[in-house]
């Protein structure tokens, strides 16, 4: 049922994925992906698993039927409420797979790049409760526009190290995670928080969070009878997107939908949507789609969203758009911003704004898929994860804060 | 001088090769002209121009910073190729470290003619493994430029069979499992991983870099390896300099006492 044949033994997807790493870091990731193998063989490991999703993270999340927003939309909506989950986002399922991962190769420590402070958060909260250590690197750009989620990695018992080279965004971020992996990878797992990166991060993190479509796809069965017409996710690094796209994958008939950060529009420069606004190239140890200038040099990307404001995309996007078996298309900060309202007010649901971009692709869409489809269309939008951490940032968007002081706790800890 | 030529030399001369690194276009073009023609009348015999790169995840902060201010000053592929030019037509032997999107970029087949027609006799890749070289493999063999891959302590016996077995000119050796930067010791990896090097390939010449600050630093690793691979202490002169006198001047006293240094193995 699942198309499970790519990525190749050396984590190609057609052209894509790959490693393009330092030769230091090659035993490290033979070694992580022999421990997949036997891992993913092991119906110990399996069940652990699964029990941590079950009884602690809320997984299977719902798939919520959306009926005011469906009215709003002109489809069928229904929402995959990862928003739901503990630590409020999908991420949560990747690094539980990823922390136990880390314990059966016997490494002790953990280390995360961070966004938005949701993986960061979740890598936090998934070391306190297997007991290892946790640093997590985060641009200083965004350990301001997330303080709060700052404080939190910190209450978990992590250390945040804000970075202060290049953009300071999450690429940075990246970079200093995997200097920091050169020097310790005998006692320190990456646990890397996107479907990106070099092999086997893509496809690990794929199947970890595999789930979403697994779950979504029986739940439609269940729900409707049937497969929807259509999945919608937003596409960051793209594990999201990932994750409840592969099971689909095989169904032909369910159309694909990736929605890319278009920040101030594709057509401005400042975006972050490096499948419709870039180009092919090397980085982060996988060929994939991302933003450069014509000397290969990385361009900075741009999105109200902070965990969707990175200048590459997993590997296996790549490839799904390349063999057309998925869409992508750019969302505006401002379609974003109306769709987290929109959804707020039709359904008491304040959303991620990563996720908001899915709302608002799916606004765009719906309207040709009826036409195409002759009838209402069924649609699947991953809800990725909740909009408390966002709280500042579109009530600033929206100018409804009241002028007050802002206090950030943690920030002199 | 080809690479091969350089390491003989320096073997018939019993002592090491000293590579010494900066990067195209830091803090100007001709700035960095001025400094690679400096160091290598200073006596180091290859000048490893580094091409600046926005990510730079094999690199300290060192090298970080004049990469940022190379290309905040708006350095080009192409004015680090009219570097290469320019260095090596003042009679030193010159490789380019990449990291590998700018190459592939430019398109790998014209990279490597124009980095042969400036003269340049090799590219080391530090992000780009054998595995998945074999277009930059054909590209290299089309147009004789020397490929140097990486290894580290933690490549295996197979893994350093393999990628000696792609190397042209000379291997580099990591030193320590890390990024670049000077450090107050040299790694006691080193040896060990130019042992298991030497088991496998006894006739290709290593570089030993990662962390090499001064003469006795330089005479330690020469004690085993080919070469001796300098990078940040060398850009450190420039970037703590007042001005380009005094930049130059440190410049021309370290490379000389890093050459002393590998002469004294
Ligand atoms: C809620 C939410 N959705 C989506 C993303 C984007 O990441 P990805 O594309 O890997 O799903 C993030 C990243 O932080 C997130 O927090």
Redesign the pocket.
Known sequence: MSASSLPDLAGHFGRYGGRFVPEALIKALDELDAAYRSAKQDPEFQKTFEGLLLNYAGVPSLLYRATRLSEALGAEILLKREDLNHTG???VRNVLGQALLAKRMGKPRVIAET??G??GVASATAAALLDLECVVYMGETDTQRQALNVARMRMLGATVIPVTNGSRTLKDALNEALRDWVSTVETTHYLLG??AGPHPFPELVRDFVGGIGVEARAQCLEQLGRLPDAVAA????????IGIFHAFVPDEAVRLYGFEAGGDGVETGRHAASITGGSVGVLHGNRTYLLQDDDGQTIESHSISA??DYPGVGPEHAWLHDTGRAVYEPVTDAEAMAAFQLLCRTEGIIP?I??SHALAGVAKIAPRLREELGRTPTIVINL??RGDKDVHTAGAYFGILDQVETVVPGENT | MSIAETFAKAKAENRSVLVGCMPAGFPTVDHSIEQMIAMHEAGCDVIEVELPYSDPVMDGPVIQKASDIALANGVRTRDTLKIIDAVSSAGATVVLMTYWNPIEKYGVDAFARDLAAAGATGLITPDLIPDEAAEWIAAADAHRIDRTFLVAPSSTDERLAMTLAHCRGFVYATALMGVTGARTSVSSQAPELVQRIRAIDPEMPIGVGLGVGNGRQAAEVAAFADGVIVGSALIRCVLDAGDRTTALTDLRALSAELAEGVRKR
């Open positions: 986002a999908h991420k966004g938005a949701q993986h996107t479907a937003c596409v960051g690094g793209g594990s999201n997107a965990g969707l991620a990563e996720s990725s994860g």
